[in-house]
């Protein structure tokens, strides 16, 4: 069974661009979590979505979206890219949003100059 | 309002030594608590859960935890530490069980030859 899948791995953006990260969580899982990890502020939760539908969302600012599509896939997008966004983003997916059953993917390396 | 807090953002250990990594969590509710291992440049590897059964929890790797309520702590160890365990480490918490982790800020494991 594939894991989660992250696209793409690594991306250099400038300030000021948006960018949109990809997940494609496990086959039948239908919840998807989003989370930044950073040196300064470490794990942050994102959002989470669950049947296409944004079920938690963290304190993040608007700049900071997601979505979900029929088959589970998620994307999430930056918009007005700032230095301080520059992270780790992971995204994690389980079958019925329980935590305990969480799978996490290797991340999209953000880097923003 | 739900939290973990990691004593020690570093911690060496001699290999076959005692590994003990600490984690004190806050929670107005009974918690679910989890030990994440993360290698460089990977995602996060679920090590072990507690989810309100047996307070002693075994996980992979040779690591178990313990909850504490008293203590409000899930401190992670291991008896014999093995190179192959220097990584990150991470504890969380999340009240309901959904995905909304609260992640503590890491410890780095180093263990010397």
């Known amino acids: 069974k594939a894991g989660v899948t992250q696209t793409p791995r690594y991306l250099i953006k400038t300030r000021g661009q948006q960018v949109t990260l990809s997940c494609s969580p496990i086959?039948?899982?239908?919840?998807v979590s989003w989370y930044q990890q950073t040196p300064g502020q470490g794990l942050q939760f994102l959002f989470e979505?669950?049947?296409?539908?944004?079920?938690n969302k963290g304190n993040f600012p608007g700049r900071f979206s997601g979505r979900q599509f029929s088959n589970s896939r998620s994307e999430m997008n930056v918009s007005t890219l700032e230095l301080g966004d520059s992270a780790l983003y992971l995204c994690?997916?389980?079958?019925?949003?329980?935590?305990?059953?969480?799978?996490f993917g290797s991340g999209t390396q953000l880097s923003v100059l | 309002a739900q939290s973990v807090t990691q004593l020690g953002s570093h911690v060496s250990v001699s290999e076959g030594a005692l590994v003990l990594l600490r984690c004190n969590y806050s929670s107005s509710v009974p918690p679910y608590l989890f030990w994440y291992v993360q290698y460089p440049n990977q995602g996060l590897q679920l090590l072990l859960k507690?989810?309100?059964?047996?307070?002693l929890v075994k996980g992979i790797n040779g690591f178990e935890a313990e909850f504490k309520k008293s203590e409000t702590s899930f401190h992670l160890t291991k008896p014999s530490a093995h190179m192959s365990d220097a990584a990150e480490y991470f504890c969380a918490v999340t009240e309901t069980g959904a995905n909304n982790l609260f992640f503590g800020t890491g410890t780095r494991l180093t263990v010397i030859p």
């Open positions: 979505y669950f049947s296409e539908t944004q079920r």
């Open positions: 994690a997916s389980s079958l019925l949003g329980q935590a305990e059953k969480l799978f």
């Open positions: 086959s039948g899982h239908r919840s």
């Open positions: 507690y989810t309100s059964a047996a307070t």
